[in-house]
């Protein structure tokens, strides 16, 4: 998995993706030059030849790489197959390449996606790098810039999943900030202090973007695992067929496409820590395997019958009510108690609204150093309106909300009216609305329709029985709206047996 190759007084790579300058946690010194990054690549382009061309290439430079024609396809190849780096065109029949990435967002997938477009213009660029693109790269485009922009991006994945920890180039990542000065949030660094010494398993919950992820790296960072690799594993982004590889690994030839051994997560994280982000997505056959490493430190690889053992801290995430998901049979009660043996609550934004201010501060200043640029100036009644405002989001929200501010910042102080144009729902004061957001006009109710299913199914981090409730349709009915639109089908689960 070396990515990469340190040499002393050698110049940064010339045109460094913006994506690269941008990415979290990740600091690149002048004295690295990147060599290639091989990892699993999915290209997409409704263009034969054009799509050919960047397989070829990019299996030239040692990337294993699949094709598909829509994005469609992409949705569906996804769930057989997980992807290092997914490179896309903008401009396709159906769902287009911007749709594909707010689809990938809204599942959290975790590949790093790249944009390829002839039609390339700042305002696309930045609303695909805003919704999660890496960076974009126009046609016609230079072999060497495809290949060098890939094995960032893939090197960039790696290093946000852990497989690369500790070796970022230019020194450690970043450690953890926990930002706000809120009762609540003074009580959670407590208990972060506390927990972090032992080497217990630690059961996270909270909403969707209230910041679990960021309190497991801080729980890791406080141990004495620090020295170890952190590695995460986003269960809502694999199908069931992967999961089991994805933890476990396999060996060569354990199933169809199986073409190389694969080391799996828990063996990259011996001696550290595990992160087994939104758990309760894991189903319920491989809850029973994952109880029995959680108890017996050991696990054999699908397709290989030699038991390896291993050390690792598990701390898992949720964002449901996991004594509801057992006593419907959807989580195994045996798995719960050895997940919950130190539970940890992360409060949601509107409960420490008194953070708001200094989180604004925080992601202003943050993205001032990304951009080269001076932090962008927020209006009184613009910060006013972020105070009253619910965030639904959680704090991934607010981040959202400053970076496409800081990004689109023309010098002009930021007001209410724009921030209000990008809030999800009606901001909040004494339990009234206040005021109702603007309704972008011109636009069709089935688009409307649409925004508001997926914002709602994001908001419910996928789950789509909330979704369903929440929007007072049926399940069968919110299902195949959402097969219209090109998500998946949703696989059957499996209820314990009495």
Same mark, same amino acid.
């Given at each position: 998995?070396?990515?990469?190759?340190?040499?002393h007084?050698?110049?940064?790579?010339?045109?460094?993706?913006?994506?690269?300058?941008a990415?979290?946690?990740l600091?690149?010194?002048?004295?690295?030059?990147?060599?290639?990054?091989p990892?699993?690549?999915l290209v997409?382009?409704d263009?034969?030849q054009?799509?050919?061309?960047?397989?070829?290439?990019?299996?030239?430079?040692?990337h294993?790489?699949?094709?598909?024609?829509?994005?469609?396809?992409?949705?569906?190849?996804?769930?057989?197959?997980?992807?290092?780096?997914?490179?896309?065109?903008?401009?396709?029949?159906?769902?287009?390449g911007?749709?594909?990435?707010?689809h990938?967002?809204?599942?959290?997938?975790p590949?790093?996606?790249?944009?390829?477009?002839?039609? *390339?213009?700042?305002?696309?660029?930045?609303e695909?790098m805003? #919704?999660? /693109?890496f960076?974009?790269? $126009?046609? =016609? +485009?230079?072999?060497?810039?495809?290949?060098?922009m890939?094995?960032?991006?893939?090197?960039?994945?790696?290093?946000?999943?852990?497989?690369?920890?500790?070796?970022?180039p230019?020194?450690?990542?970043?450690?953890p900030?926990?930002?706000?000065?809120?009762?609540?949030?003074?009580?959670l660094?407590?208990?972060?202090?506390?927990?972090?010494?032992?080497?217990?398993?630690?059961l996270?919950t909270?909403?969707? *973007?209230?910041?679990?992820?960021?309190v497991a790296?801080?729980? #890791?960072? /406080?141990?004495?695992?620090? $020295?170890? =690799? +952190?590695v995460?594993?986003?269960?809502?982004?694999?199908?069931?067929?992967?999961m089991?590889?994805?933890?476990?690994?396999?060996?060569?030839?354990?199933?169809?496409?199986?073409?190389?051994?694969?080391?799996?997560?828990?063996?990259?994280?011996?001696s550290?820590?595990?992160?087994l982000?939104?758990?309760?997505e894991?189903?319920?056959?491989?809850?029973?395997?994952?109880?029995r490493?959680?108890?017996?430190?050991?696990?054999?690889?699908v397709?290989?019958?030699?038991?390896?053992?291993?050390?690792?801290?598990v701390?898992?995430?949720?964002?449901?009510?996991?004594?509801?998901?057992?006593?419907?049979?959807?989580?195994?009660?045996?798995?719960?108690?050895?997940?919950?043996?130190?539970?940890i609550?992360?409060?949601?934004?509107?409960?420490?609204?008194?953070?708001?201010p200094?989180?604004?501060?925080?992601?202003?200043?943050?993205?001032?150093?990304?951009?080269?640029?001076?932090?962008?100036?927020?209006?009184?009644d613009?910060?006013?309106?972020m105070?009253?405002?619910?965030?639904?989001?959680n704090?991934?929200?607010?981040e959202?909300?400053i970076?496409?501010?800081?990004?689109l910042?023309?010098?002009?102080?930021?007001?209410?009216?724009?921030?209000r144009?990008?809030?999800?729902?009606?901001?909040?004061?004494?339990?009234?609305?206040?005021?109702?957001?603007?309704?972008?006009?011109g636009?069709?109710?089935?688009e409307m329709?649409?925004r508001?299913?997926?914002?709602?199914?994001?908001?419910?981090g996928?789950?789509?029985?909330?979704?369903?409730?929440?929007?007072?349709?049926?399940?069968?009915?919110?299902?195949?709206?959402?097969?219209?639109?090109?998500?998946a089908?949703?696989?059957?689960s499996?209820?314990?047996?009495?």
């Amino acid at each position: 998995m070396n990515c990469l190759k340190l040499s002393h007084g050698i110049a940064a790579t010339k045109g460094a993706s913006a994506g690269a300058k941008a990415s979290e946690g990740l600091k690149i010194a002048s004295a690295v030059s990147l060599e290639a990054c091989p990892g699993m690549v999915l290209v997409v382009d409704d263009h034969p030849q054009s799509r050919q061309s960047m397989v070829d290439i990019l299996r030239q430079a040692g990337h294993t790489v699949d094709s598909c024609s829509s994005a469609a396809e992409a949705l569906q190849q996804i769930e057989r197959r997980a992807y290092d780096c997914i490179v896309t065109d903008l401009k396709m029949p159906g769902m287009n390449g911007l749709e594909l990435i707010l689809h990938l967002e809204a599942r959290r997938y975790p590949a790093q996606v790249v944009m390829v477009t002839a039609y *390339g213009t700042v305002a696309s660029a930045v609303e695909a790098m805003r #919704h999660g /693109a890496f960076d974009y790269i $126009e046609k =016609p +485009f230079d072999v060497d810039r495809l290949e060098q922009m890939v094995s960032k991006a893939i090197f960039h994945r790696r290093v946000l999943e852990g497989g690369l920890i500790g070796a970022a180039p230019g020194g450690p990542i970043d450690p953890p900030v926990m930002v706000g000065v809120s009762p609540q949030m003074q009580m959670l660094r407590a208990k972060i202090a506390q927990v972090a010494p032992t080497s217990e398993t630690v059961l996270i919950t909270g909403e969707s *973007g209230a910041g679990k992820e960021l309190v497991a790296r801080a729980i #890791h960072a /406080a141990s004495r695992r620090k $020295e170890g =690799p +952190f590695v995460s594993v986003n269960c809502p982004a694999l199908s069931a067929q992967l999961m089991e590889s994805e933890l476990f690994g396999h060996e060569k030839g354990a199933f169809t496409g199986a073409d190389a051994a694969r080391i799996g997560r828990f063996e990259l994280a011996n001696s550290g820590t595990l992160l087994l982000d939104e758990v309760t997505e894991i189903d319920l056959p491989l809850q029973a395997k994952l109880l029995r490493v959680l108890q017996e430190r050991c696990f054999e690889r699908v397709g290989s019958s030699k038991t390896i053992y291993v050390d690792v801290r598990v701390l898992a995430t949720t964002n449901r009510n996991l004594q509801q998901e057992t006593a419907e049979g959807r989580f195994r009660e045996d798995l719960y108690y050895r997940l919950n043996v130190v539970p940890i609550h992360t409060p949601p934004l509107r409960e420490r609204r008194e953070d708001v201010p200094v989180l604004v501060d925080h992601f202003l200043h943050r993205m001032a150093r990304r951009l080269g640029q001076p932090p962008c100036q927020i209006a009184p009644d613009a910060l006013d309106l972020m105070l009253h405002y619910h965030w639904p989001g959680n704090v991934r929200e607010l981040e959202n909300i400053i970076t496409r501010a800081s990004v689109l910042y023309t010098g002009q102080t930021v007001t209410a009216d724009e921030i209000r144009r990008w809030l999800i729902a009606p901001p909040e004061k004494d339990g009234v609305a206040f005021p109702p957001p603007s309704v972008p006009v011109g636009l069709s109710l089935q688009e409307m329709e649409r925004r508001l299913i997926e914002a709602t199914l994001q908001h419910f981090g996928g789950h789509r029985a909330k979704t369903a409730q929440a929007l007072g349709i049926g399940l069968r009915t919110l299902t195949s709206k959402l097969r219209q639109y090109g998500y998946a089908p949703r696989e059957k689960s499996y209820r314990k047996a009495s």
